[in-house]
T-cell receptor
């Protein structure tokens, strides 16, 4: 699986958009970009994933650059409950041994009042 | 649905003791995983299973054994616990591919301390 690079931390004000960057310059053509988050002491939670196109769901939006070498997770209106570690993960299609996820250290997002 | 349930949630062991962590999922998922998480680090995969009766090694398998005798259960065993195995252990499950998002569903974690 391709490796990802994320800054160690960032913060944003409550109610503002949080834009979390991720570099994955060695991504291959059939690898997906996944985002998970982990709120303190809890198990990680799936947020969103994409291949080429931008994606949006009730939690966030995922913007993938045209060359697919980087992506941005956008939380449109951050709340204090969004304070967590966010993991950007790249992996092959979800079958068999490819189904496992490899986590890096992620980015710690702190939402301030 | 309970989702993914881990038992026990907390345990203190002495060096050399053995124990088993139980992970149970009620979502009929094919795939199951055991991860460990140490302070300041991301999750590291210990072992995983792609179906009943099958297991495979992850990144950090040494000192652990696993079994998947029933589809809904994935057991993680420590035969002779060491202080280096002090960690928070997370179990996860996911459905087989083919139209699914590939989402992993995680349990709440089991905090193990080895003295």
């Amino acid at each position: 699986d391709a490796k990802t690079t994320q800054p160690p931390s960032m913060d944003c004000a409550e109610g503002r958009a949080a834009n979390l960057p991720c570099n994955h310059s060695t991504i291959s053509g059939n690898e997906y970009v996944y985002w998970y988050r982990q709120i303190h002491s809890q198990g990680p939670q799936y947020i969103i994933h994409g291949l080429k196109n931008n994606e949006t769901n009730e939690m966030a939006s995922l913007i993938i650059t045209e060359d697919r070498k980087s992506s941005t997770l956008i939380l449109p209106h951050a709340t204090l409950r969004d304070t967590a570690v966010y993991y950007c993960i790249v992996r092959l299609p979800h079958t068999g041994a490819n189904s496992k996820l490899t986590f890096g250290k992620g980015i710690t997002l702190s939402v301030r009042p | 649905n309970a989702g993914v349930t881990q038992t026990p949630k907390f345990r203190v062991l002495k060096t050399g003791q053995s124990m088993t962590l139980l992970c149970a999922q009620d979502m009929n998922h094919e795939y199951m995983y055991w991860y460990r998480q140490d302070p300041g680090m991301g999750l590291r995969l210990i072992h995983y299973s792609v179906g009943e009766g099958t297991t495979a090694k992850g990144e950090v398998p040494d000192g652990y054994n696993v079994s998947r005798l029933k589809k809904q259960n994935f057991l993680l065993g420590l035969e002779s616990a060491a202080p280096s195995q002090t960690s928070v252990y997370f179990c996860a499950s996911s459905p087989r591919g083919g139209g699914h998002t590939g989402e992993l569903f995680f349990g709440e974690g089991s905090r193990l301390t080895v003295l």
